[in-house]
């Protein structure tokens, strides 16, 4: 066999592994991605009732049900134009109730709703747990209009963060 059979072949394998690598990694993509839709998109996409997926919305005024003994929760996630009931076992995130920000991660039923496997609660933008806020005082970094975000901000005494900030001692008698 000559150098440049060898080189051949070594290069023709070289590109099959690589090809099966790629295909490899490509699958395990495709069983990991999960596609985030509204209410609106699902009814006008229809994905499917295989593929699993999450769904983004608030969680409509007044469609909360809760049935066995607080394990079960019924509701209709919205976008404001199209609405999508959702059914979950398990226990729901704090944050979670009704006119609040939901994603749920889960499979579409074949007769329209949705089943969650995952929920996840949203909150505002602007919430900041009260530790970053102390944190951020102490660093020098607290802006005042972070304090309305703030939870217990408004109670906490205000306390100088550094010398410049501290009261300063008048050298006149």
């Given at each position: 066999m000559t150098r440049k059979r060898r080189r051949l072949i070594f290069v023709l394998a070289g590109m099959s592994c690589l090809g099966i690598a790629t295909a490899l990694v490509l699958n395990a993509f495709d069983d990991n991605l999960v596609f985030f839709y509204s209410p609106t998109d699902l009814a006008q996409k229809h994905p499917g009732t295989t593929r699993r997926l999450r769904i983004g919305g608030l969680v409509e005024n007044g469609s909360l049900v809760t049935s066995e003994g607080g394990k079960r929760f019924d509701f209709k996630v919205t976008d404001g134009k199209t609405d999508?009931?959702?059914?979950?076992?398990?226990?729901?995130?704090?944050?979670?109730?009704?006119?609040?920000?939901?994603?749920?991660?889960?499979?579409?039923?074949?007769?329209?709703?949705?089943?969650?496997?995952?929920?996840?609660?949203?909150?505002?933008?602007?919430?900041?747990?009260?530790?970053?806020?102390?944190?951020?005082?102490?660093?020098?970094?607290?802006?005042?209009?972070?304090?309305?975000?703030?939870?217990?901000?408004a109670d906490a005494p205000a306390s100088p963060t550094s010398a410049a900030d501290a009261p300063q001692a008048s050298a006149r008698p």
């Open positions: 999508l009931a959702v059914s979950y076992v398990g226990v729901v995130p704090a944050l979670f109730r009704e006119g609040q920000g939901v994603v749920a991660e889960g499979k579409l039923g074949t007769d329209g709703s949705f089943a969650a496997a995952t929920l996840l609660a949203k909150h505002d933008e602007k919430y900041m747990p009260p530790e970053v806020a102390e944190a951020l005082k102490r660093s020098g970094e607290w802006r005042p209009d972070q304090q309305a975000a703030a939870p217990g901000a």
